[in-house]
C-alpha cells in the first residue's frame, strides 16, 4: 500500500505557524465568525501576532471582518475568489483530514483505509456538523473511538466513525450494500488508503458509478455510530 502524502509538511511549508492555526480553525467552521481573545485562546497565538496576521488574511479579501458592540469578529469570507480552494487544501493538509490522520497515527498499521465523506469531504461543513469517517482494517471500534477523541476536542465537532473489517467491508461492496455503495459515489477524502487500491475491491458495474455524486449519508445497517463524550 501506498504510503499516505505527507500533508503536515505541505501545510508547514505553503503557511506559517499563525496563519496555519487561523485556517485550520476558520476554514473549518465556516459561517461562524470569531473575535481576536477567542482565537488566539483556541489557536494558542499570542494576541499581538495575531492580530497583524489577522490584518493581512483581511486586506487580501481571504477574511471579513465585522463589528459587534467593541469587539471585532473574523471569519472565513466566502466571497474570496479561492475561497473554495483554500478550504480544500486546509481540509486535506492540516484541518479535519489532518486531525484525523494524526489522531489515528498509532493505529496505522491496523487501518487499510480511512475514509472522510459527507459535510467535511464535500466542504458543506456548518456549525452543526458532525464529521463522518469509514476505516477498514484489523482496529477495533473501541480502539478507534478512544483514538478519535483528541481530533473531536481539537475540531470542536463529534466524529463519529463506522468500523469494517476488511472482509465485511469487501462484502459489503460485492453485495451491493447501500451505505457502502453510496459511499464510493459521494465526494470522499482518502486520509489512508487512496482511490486505486478501492477500485480494485469494487465490480465493474459500481466502478463506473461516478464518485463525485452527492447524496444523503445514511447509517449502515448493523454498525454503530461513534458518540464520543465531550
Not at 69 to 78: E, I, K, M, S
Amino acid at each position: 500500500m501506498r504510503t499516505s502524502p505527507p500533508a503536515d509538511r505541505l501545510s508547514v511549508t505553503l503557511f506559517g505557524k499563525t496563519r496555519r492555526r487561523v485556517f485550520d480553525w476558520l476554514f473549518t467552521h465556516p459561517g461562524e465568525s470569531f473575535y481576536l481573545r477567542q482565537l488566539a485562546r483556541i489557536t494558542g497565538s499570542s494576541p499581538g501576532a495575531l492580530e497583524r496576521e489577522l490584518a493581512k488574511l483581511t486586506a487580501a479579501g481571504i477574511l471579513s471582518r465585522s463589528l459587534k458592540g467593541r469587539a471585532t469578529f473574523y471569519q472565513a469570507d466566502p466571497g474570496c475568489p479561492i475561497y473554495s480552494e483554500l478550504g480544500s487544501i486546509i481540509r486535506k493538509t492540516s484541518g479535519v483530514a489532518g486531525e484525523i490522520r494524526r489522531a489515528l497515527e498509532s493505529l496505522a498499521s491496523k487501518l487499510d483505509f480511512v475514509i472522510l465523506h459527507g459535510s467535511a469531504a464535500s466542504g458543506a461543513l456548518r456549525s452543526a456538523s458532525d464529521v463522518d469517517l469509514v476505516t477498514v482494517g484489523a482496529a477495533k471500534f473501541p480502539d478507534v473511538v478512544e483514538a478519535l477523541r483528541p481530533a473531536q476536542q481539537r475540531l470542536g465537532r463529534e466524529v463519529n466513525p463506522i468500523v469494517y473489517t476488511a472482509g465485511e467491508f469487501t462484502r459489503r461492496i460485492r453485495s451491493g450494500d447501500h451505505f457502502v455503495t453510496t459511499l464510493l459515489q459521494e465526494p470522499r477524502t482518502f486520509i489512508r488508503g487512496d482511490a486505486d487500491e478501492l477500485e480494485r475491491l469494487v465490480p465493474k458495474r459500481l466502478a463506473r458509478s461516478s464518485p463525485n455524486v452527492s447524496g444523503r449519508n445514511r447509517r449502515s445497517p448493523g454498525r454503530r455510530r461513534a458518540r464520543p463524550r465531550r
